[in-house]
């Protein structure tokens, strides 16, 4: 069967690259930088939103994940399946964080 799910793309940008979810692991829990700073590890983020979606009947059909200064930052997009999908229909999530207080998390759907 040939999958003609519609895809997202993660475009990134110079000094950025590419990791798997198994590479956000590896970059460890991040250290706070002050009293009040309480940083979230990447691979919490990407973990919470699987269990999340797959909570609600919806599966990852297909995801990318981007790191940048010196894996500070996170940029990823999912591409979701839902229990009501065909081949030409989709969804994505696309979300952003980081763990320098460059900018907070945040997400948006289409």
Not at 56 to 64: D, F, L, N, P, T
Not at 89 to 107: D, K
């Amino acid at each position: 069967m040939t999958d003609t799910h519609p895809t997202s793309q993660l475009l990134t940008h110079k000094g950025s690259h590419r990791v798997t979810r198994q590479d956000l692991h590896t970059l460890g829990a991040p250290l706070a930088m002050g009293p009040r700073h309480r940083p979230i590890a990447h691979y919490e983020i990407v973990d919470q939103l699987h269990d999340a979606i797959e909570d609600r009947g919806w599966s990852v059909a297909k995801e990318a994940l981007a790191v940048a200064r010196k894996g500070h930052m996170l940029f990823g997009v999912m591409d979701l399946r839902g229990p009501a999908d065909t081949d030409d229909l989709g969804t994505c999530f696309g979300f952003r964080s980081s763990t320098n207080q460059s900018f907070a998390l945040r997400g948006v759907a289409g």
